[in-house]
């Protein structure tokens, strides 16, 4: 099981949204990372056939993604859009009886599957609360239970966690790798922390193209030699360190600020130490090679 991506490119009139990406997706939860505007959902689209690539080629579980087989593709795949519209006077429950029965499940189907999905996300104490009375994370669940209805093969999310609290977006993480068990999960974020705790390997795309793909362990030992602390005591030394390198995060303590930065060859400064890797520095550092 998995999905092949092959030099696919997408063209809006001057916009050169992806370019030549290709990806290669086995079982289990693959992060696809990137910023705002680096391909992401048009990726996502164009797997869900939502729309078709200007080039390339798409291999979803052994079917190929072209207009002769589109329903058998949409048969394999769930998914969750960035920006989910429920029927505000809809209740939980009907919301997802009414999915169900557009996705062709009948009325027992439906059912076992929804009090399923309930149970698991801890939603069959809200089943009964109107869309337009639940929370943003609740609204994010709803979003994942119609993704999961038909127990698809492939699921892919868009930004999941995307302005929920700390405790919700733990909850959605945990549902997400509970679900990726024999299955396809494209988790596709910003949020870098969701990623590493959630998935082993991940893609990077950046303006179109693809920038990294692989082990997220082997991404962050790229950075290493190139991610460093240091103690700075003022004002001007901090603006001297901001001119020079990339700026991972400062916090103030009696003696200063301690600074994590980014450098790609060894800074000439005196007091300067190797510092411990994240994932997040691994990528501003994969970026910035890629300026």
């Known amino acids: 099981m998995n999905i092949k991506i092959e030099n696919v490119t997408k063209q809006f009139k001057e916009n050169k949204a992806l370019d030549g990406v290709s990806l290669d997706i086995g079982e289990g939860i693959f992060g696809l990372l990137g910023e705002n505007g680096a391909g992401k959902t048009t990726l996502m689209r164009i797997l869900t056939t939502l729309i078709e690539p200007t080039d390339g080629n798409v291999t979803i579980c052994g079917q190929k993604l072209c207009a002769s087989n589109r329903e058998e593709i949409k048969r394999l795949i769930g998914y969750l859009p960035q920006e989910l519209g429920l029927y505000p006077s809809l209740t939980v429950r009907e919301t997802l009886d009414y999915i169900g029965g557009l996705c062709g ?29 639940l929370s943003g994370g609740m609204k994010r669940r709803v979003g994942l239970m119609q993704a999961m209805l038909t127990n698809p093969k492939v699921l892919i999310v868009d930004e999941p966690t995307t302005g929920l609290d700390p405790e919700e977006r733990i909850r959605i993480r ?13 988790f596709s974020t910003h949020v870098i922390e969701d990623l590493s705790a959630t998935c082993l390997k991940l893609g990077v795309l950046k303006k179109g193209k693809v920038k990294y793909q692989g082990e997220i362990v082997d991404m962050m030992k790229a950075a290493e030699g190139h991610v460093f602390q240091t103690l700075v005591r003022n004002e001007m030394e901090m603006e001297d360190l901001k001119s020079r390198y990339s700026i991972v995060n400062s916090v103030f303590g009696e003696d200063g600020y301690k600074v994590k930065f980014i450098s790609k060859s060894y800074p000439n400064i005196s007091g300067i130490s190797n510092a411990e890797i994240s994932l997040e520095d691994a990528y501003i550092f994969l970026n910035s090679m890629s300026d």
């Open 105 to 133: 499940l009948n009325h027992a189907e439906r059912k076992a599957r929804i009090d399923s999905l309930l149970e698991q996300t801890n939603m069959h104490i809200h089943q009964n609360k109107k869309n337009k009375q």
């Open 174 to 186: 945990n549902l997400l790798v509970d679900f990726s068990k024999d299955r396809i999960v494209i």
